[in-house]
Every structure is written in structure tokens, then in C-alpha cells.
């Protein structure tokens, strides 16, 4: 393909999701290298997974100690420093709320920052950030007026958008994350790196 | 490591997982090329996923959509040949005790190409190895007598080996397949490959 005809990839991702960290680390490089653009969705798993009949991997049985295991060690294998945080998973709601907010009113890279920042709050600092404090703090950090921050996810407007996102995503078949949708091919998972990379090489296969 | 002080992989399977046919078909050579040595391990998916409060991935909404999907894309991915069977999953425990009868009583080599032509026959050919007569035809084609292959599997002694089988690998903590053991480490689906690959190169990370 030419150069500027090219789709982004549209990535989704949930605040407390930790193969949606590791996914979000090595995304732009890779994208970089292939002349593609990033659009980031923000979205809930406790939606997509309620639609799915699915929970998350962490709260199955023998799956749940695996999972743990796993995604330390796949990392490790993307040389991606990480910490679980003590409390996991979390409601990100507010997180999300502002990353939607940031998209509209200041675009695209604003949003990415924020989803950068927020995913290693998470998963490198042990931040929670469904508590409003550390939320704040977090925003403060990232040049967000904390009481900006704080009316924003408490504002019907950024929480209907939101559940806009979430619905808009569950009608496309979106059941989990991080989730890549490329030239309309579905990638689920920090796992599917190998598959993405050769698509965008070399196209379909 | 040095030659001859390895331990093997163990592979644990299941006759009507599609992931698991794609790793058989490539388990072999990349073992090989780490002079490592493969234990297969016919399990039973449904044994498993009750342990897990787990479904096949088909039965999901949403996600059984995307599997169908992924699942011949990652075989394209491997460049395996695919075709998914027209009724799948299917019970698969006839085909799993004529697997450990062989181990028992033929060895390693015999149980793995018995399992290569089990997964293959699945889904390369579309058989239903749930159905009697498509079972024995394909034990005659692997060189098992058709009367013995059914003896085998209405026997108790192969329906409690089987039984123990799962409910060891349960203990071990597998809750789907393909899994691999490597010195003790777990890995779970197709998709490790490229940790397994790294693991057996340079060890643990």
C-alpha cells in the first residue's frame, strides 16, 4: 500500500487490563515501522464480558493461577518492566471517562499519553485507580487539573460517551482485550503480536 | 544444557481442539532442534473446562465468532492445512484410551502417530472420530485392527486409565489445551510458541 493510504489500527483496551499494558508498550513502534496510525479505544471489560458470558481469566479456577503466572512472564518476554497491583482487577470507569474526554477535546495523542500513563500506573506502580485520590494524583502528573479530572468522570456527557464506546464495540464483536481491529481483521490479544506483524508486512494471509 | 540431560515436553491434548492439532504439527521439529524429547497427554476438554467453570471457546457469544476466525488463521499462520469439521466440538473419548492403550502397550512413537492421525483426520479430512465406524476406519488406516480399536475403548481398564489421566492433569492444574510443561514451567495454547521457542533456547526468563 502507499504510503497515507494506510488504515489505522483501532486498539482496545481496558485501564486494568494487564496484556492490554504489555500490547499498549510495543504498539506504536510497531506501528511506526509499518507507516500505520493508532486509535485508541478506551473501554470496559465488565461490558464486553458481560456480553460474552465470559469473566475474567483471573477469576476461573486453575485458570486464574495461570494467568497470573502468564502475564508476568509475558513481560518479561517484551522486556516490559511489571508489578500486578495488589487489587486486581478494578473498576476504570473514571480512567476511561477521562481518556474519552481527552480524545475529543484534545485528540488523539493527548488520549494516547493518558492511556500510557494510566495503563503503567497500573501495572507498574500498583496505582488504583478506581480510587479518586490516586486518580487525581495521576492527573495532576499529566498536566490535568485534578478537579477538571474529577468533573469530568462524574459528568453525564463523558458517561454516556463511554457507554457509547462500550456498546459501539460490543456490536463489532469485541468480547475482550487488548483487541486490535486491522483493515477489518480482528486480533485479540497481546499474543496475536506474531500474526499482527505479518499482516502488516505483508497483507492478508 | 548438556545433550542427553534434558527433560521432556510435556504436551497435553485434546483429539477436537483445533489449537491443539496446529502445536502437534509443529511441536515435533522445534523439540527436536532443542534435543528435547516429546510426552503427549491425551486429555479430555470437557473434564478440564468443568474443573475451570470453563466452556469451549466456541460456546461463547462473541468469542465463538472470532474462533472460528482465528483458528484458520493461525493455521494459515503456521501454514498448516485447515478445515474445520462440520459438527465440532465432539466427544472425543474413544479416540483418547486407544491413544493411552498404545502408549501402554507400543510405546511413545506409536501413541504420537496415532495422535497425528487422530487430529489430522479431524481437521484436515472432517471426521467425526465420535462416530464408531469412522473411529475404526481410521484405526485400520494407523494399522490397528478395526475389532481391537473398539475393544480398547469399551474396555475399563482404558476408560480408567483416561479417567486418571484427566484427573492427573487437572491436579497439575490444566484447564485447556494445548498446554505445555517445560522443566515445570506451564504454557498454555498455540500462541506460546514463540515463549516455548525462547524458553528452550536460553532457558528461563
Request: hydrophobic content about 65%; cysteine-free.
Given at each position: 500500500m502507499l504510503r497515507g493510504m494506510t488504515t489505522p489500527i483501532d486498539f482496545y483496551f481496558d485501564f486494568s487490563s494487564p496484556y492490554s499494558y504489555i500490547a499498549n508498550e510495543w504498539l506504536d513502534a510497531l506501528a511506526a515501522r509499518h507507516d500505520r496510525s493508532v486509535r485508541r479505544h478506551a473501554i470496559l471489560l465488565g461490558a464486553t464480558f458481560q456480553a460474552a458470558e465470559l469473566k475474567s481469566p483471573v477469576s476461573y479456577p486453575l485458570k486464574g493461577t495461570y494467568s497470573m503466572r502468564d502475564f508476568e512472564r509475558s513481560a518479561r518476554f517484551e522486556g516490559v518492566p511489571c508489578k500486578l497491583p495488589e487489587?486486581?482487577?478494578?473498576?476504570t470507569q473514571n480512567a476511561a471517562r477521562i481518556f474519552w474526554w481527552l480524545a475529543e477535546t484534545c485528540g488523539e495523542d493527548a488520549a494516547a499519553a493518558w492511556a500510557r500513563a494510566g495503563l503503567r500506573a497500573v501495572f507498574v506502580h500498583g496505582v488504583a485507580l478506581n480510587d479518586a485520590a490516586a486518580l487525581k494524583a495521576l492527573a495532576m502528573q499529566s498536566g490535568i487539573a485534578p478537579d477538571e479530572a474529577e468533573a469530568v468522570w462524574n459528568d453525564p456527557v463523558w458517561k454516556a460517551r463511554l457507554k457509547r464506546e462500550n456498546d459501539q464495540a460490543i456490536a463489532a464483536g469485541?468480547?475482550?482485550?487488548p483487541y486490535f481491529v486491522i483493515d477489518g481483521e480482528p486480533f485479540w490479544g497481546n499474543d496475536r503480536k506474531p500474526q499482527i506483524e505479518r499482516w502488516l508486512a505483508s497483507g492478508p494471509f
Open positions: 487489587v486486581f482487577p478494578i473498576p469485541i468480547f475482550g482485550a
